[in-house]
């Protein structure tokens, strides 16, 4: 008898394989199999790292974000496999990729890796995070490509457009959302968290970013395209943060910005803020926050004398709330929801609303004050300190402020003015997104005020209503019953 051996795996590894080799289907059916996802890979990139270390791999961005992807964000690990000469050495490996890529899917191989050594001992070898470095290369590369392909696709598309009609154009924008848009949609938090994290990819990462803007129209835009937008002598970049677009839009700290037709971003995102606060400046143009008290905008020499003059018109009223304020913070019944008033001052940014609060540069914004109450570890002690101080920033064309000018300087114990300074104070804060730890005495103001708009006395005492005693029901009802009863009579003769 002779035996001949027939060679059964006869196929080569995928990514052993020339890239021109490899078709699309086989490509997408290989995702499936590693990632046990039942759609086609988004984008992907096949290639051989040469050099001192080298390895073969293919990685595949996908098209959903799993479900819970930021629930266990802490401690899921890589999905990326590790092969050493073709044999699986682990599933999930920690060391391949950052926490904030663990949804990117594939493999990797090398033949330089040691086969006869433990995982914990793979973990603290050099050459593994010389492969990390390369694979993070690579991810951001393929980002990067699909972010470019998409922006350049976009200005191709709006110089055709003058030559198409509106319906056309209405249908490709719907049909033809661009790589790069399906992919935000999915994983924006997990680039801006990278943004947050990853030291030495954070300028990279900055290019990916994407931001709603005052002048957007709805979309969102990168970094770049705000400095293409960019006035001459504007010298920082603008943001804001709030609840959602709506709220901000209505914001009072917006109103000097939409009249000097500045743009500003529009930060919804609870992880926007924090991200845009670590990369700190883009391209030599730092961050501002738009709703703190730093801000600075250009001005004449003229605006900035009348700016001046107007401060000395006020100082009676601002020094007299600065002083009501600190009572009403430290003392009064606004004791205990933790608010410091640092100072009053004539606002620059305010064009139709009476007055503004603002917080100290370094302090937290409005949404990032709720953003660490709803924390449940949240430190109270350590929020009051972190919180900052607020400026009331008051506008000195608004007839309510004049008038109150007005009343101060006649008297400064004038009881209307005092009602109405704590007021204001109070419906600033709400405005400008801060939560008012008790409403009661705002909320008796307001039942006060209506009272007055009604003509009624606020200060009336409360009486019960008298209701008159129901006699003569139980005569009606009996009435109405004799008159079934003739009618039943009539009825039963015919």
């Given at each position: 008898?002779?035996?001949?051996?027939?060679?059964?795996?006869?196929?080569?590894?995928?990514?052993?394989?020339?890239?021109?080799?490899?078709?699309?289907?086989?490509?997408?059916?290989?995702?499936?199999?590693?990632?046990?996802?039942?759609?086609?890979?988004?984008?992907?990139?096949?290639?051989?790292?040469?050099?001192?270390?080298?390895?073969?791999?293919?990685?595949?961005?996908?098209?959903?974000?799993?479900?819970?992807?930021?629930?266990?964000?802490?401690?899921?690990?890589?999905?990326?496999?590790?092969?050493?000469?073709?044999?699986?050495?682990?599933e999930k490996f920690d060391e391949l990729?950052?926490?904030?890529?663990?949804?990117?899917?594939?493999?990797?191989?090398?033949?330089?890796?040691?086969?006869?050594?433990?995982?914990?001992?793979?973990?603290q070898n050099k050459i593994m995070k010389?492969?990390?470095?390369?694979?993070?290369?690579?991810?951001?590369?393929?980002?990067?490509?699909?972010?470019?392909?998409?922006?350049?696709?976009?200005?191709?598309?709006?110089?055709?457009?003058?030559?198409?009609?509106?319906?056309?154009?209405?249908?490709?924008?719907?049909?033809?959302?661009?790589?790069?848009?399906?992919?935000?949609?999915?994983?924006?938090?997990?680039?801006?968290?990278?943004?947050?994290?990853?030291?030495?990819?954070?300028?990279?990462?900055?290019?990916?970013?994407?931001?709603?803007?005052?002048?957007?129209?709805?979309?969102?835009?990168?970094?770049?395209?705000?400095?293409?937008?960019?006035?001459?002598?504007?010298?920082?970049?603008?943001?804001?943060?709030?609840?959602?677009?709506?709220?901000?839009?209505?914001?009072?700290?917006?109103?000097?910005?939409?009249?000097?037709?500045?743009?500003?971003?529009?930060?919804?995102?609870?992880?926007?803020?924090?991200?845009?606060?670590?990369?700190?400046?883009?391209?030599?143009?730092?961050?501002?926050?738009?709703?703190?008290?730093?801000?600075?905008?250009?001005?004449?020499?003229?605006?900035?004398?009348?700016?001046?003059?107007?401060?000395?018109?006020?100082?009676?009223?601002?020094?007299?709330?600065?002083?009501?304020?600190?009572?009403?913070?430290?003392?009064?019944?606004?004791?205990?929801?933790?608010?410091?008033?640092?100072?009053?001052?004539?606002?620059?940014?305010?064009?139709?609303?009476?007055?503004?609060?603002?917080?100290?540069?370094?302090?937290?914004?409005?949404?990032?004050?709720?953003?660490?109450?709803?924390?449940?570890?949240?430190?109270?002690?350590?929020l009051s300190m972190m919180a900052g101080?607020?400026?009331?920033?008051?506008?000195?064309?608004?007839?309510?402020?004049?008038?109150?000018?007005?009343?101060?300087?006649?008297?400064?114990?004038?009881?209307?003015?005092?009602?109405?300074?704590?007021?204001?104070?109070?419906?600033?804060?709400?405005?400008?997104?801060?939560?008012?730890?008790?409403?009661?005495?705002?909320?008796?103001?307001?039942?006060?005020?209506?009272?007055?708009?009604?003509?009624?006395?606020?200060?009336?005492?409360?009486?019960?209503?008298?209701?008159?005693?129901?006699?003569?029901?139980?005569?009606?009802?009996?009435?109405?019953?004799?008159?079934?009863?003739?009618?039943?009579?009539?009825?039963?003769?015919?």
């Open positions: 008898t002779v035996f001949e051996w027939e060679q059964v795996n006869t196929q080569k590894a995928i990514w052993l394989r020339a890239k021109e080799d490899v078709t699309e289907e086989e490509y997408n059916e290989f995702y499936k199999s590693i990632s046990k996802d039942y759609l086609d890979p988004l984008a992907y990139t096949h290639f051989n790292a040469e050099g001192e270390i080298e390895f073969k791999s293919i990685l595949f961005l996908p098209k959903k974000a799993p479900f819970d992807m930021m629930d266990n964000y802490w401690t899921k690990k890589s999905e990326v496999k590790l092969f050493v000469r073709r044999v699986l050495v682990a990729l950052p926490r904030y890529l663990n949804f990117v899917r594939g493999v990797v191989d090398s033949d330089d890796l040691p086969l006869n050594v433990s995982r914990e001992q793979l973990q010389v492969i990390s470095k390369k694979l993070v290369r690579k991810v951001l590369e393929l980002m990067k490509k699909l972010a470019k392909d998409e922006e350049s696709g976009g200005d191709d598309e709006e110089e055709e457009s003058e030559e198409k009609e509106e319906k056309e154009e209405k249908k490709e924008k719907k049909d033809e959302e661009g790589l790069w848009t399906k992919f935000w949609k999915e994983f924006n938090k997990n680039l801006k968290m990278g943004c947050y994290e990853d030291d030495s990819n954070r300028s990279k990462l900055s290019k990916l970013l994407r931001f709603y803007t005052t002048k957007s129209e709805g979309k969102e835009v990168s970094l770049d395209k705000y400095l293409d937008r960019m006035q001459e002598s504007q010298e920082s970049i603008y943001y804001m943060s709030g609840d959602s677009i709506e709220t901000m839009k209505k914001a009072p700290s917006l109103q000097i910005f939409l009249k000097k037709d500045l743009e500003v971003l529009m930060l919804p995102d609870h992880l926007d803020e924090p991200c845009l606060q670590k990369l700190a400046d883009y391209e030599g143009k730092k961050f501002v926050s738009i709703q703190k008290a730093d801000v600075k905008l250009d001005e004449t020499e003229e605006e900035k004398k009348r700016f001046t003059k107007i401060k000395d018109m006020y100082k009676p009223l601002t020094d007299w709330w600065k002083k009501k304020l600190t009572d009403l913070t430290e003392s009064g019944a606004m004791k205990e929801a933790g608010v410091k008033v640092e100072k009053v001052e004539v606002s620059k940014r305010l064009t139709e609303s009476p007055v503004v609060v603002v917080t100290s540069q370094f302090g937290y914004s409005a949404q990032q004050e709720k953003v660490m109450k709803s924390q449940a570890f949240q430190n109270k002690e350590q101080r607020k400026t009331l920033e008051i506008n000195a064309n608004h007839p309510v402020i004049i008038d109150l000018l007005a009343k101060v300087k006649a008297s400064e114990s004038d009881e209307a003015a005092s009602k109405t300074a704590e007021v204001l104070f109070q419906t600033a804060l709400i405005e400008s997104g801060f939560e008012i730890a008790d409403p009661s005495s705002l909320v008796s103001h307001v039942y006060k005020l209506m009272s007055k708009e009604l003509g009624v006395n606020p200060d009336a005492p409360l009486k019960e209503i008298e209701v008159p005693e129901d006699e003569e029901e139980p005569e009606e009802e009996d009435k109405d019953d004799d008159e079934e009863e003739d009618t039943k009579e009539e009825k039963e003769d015919l």
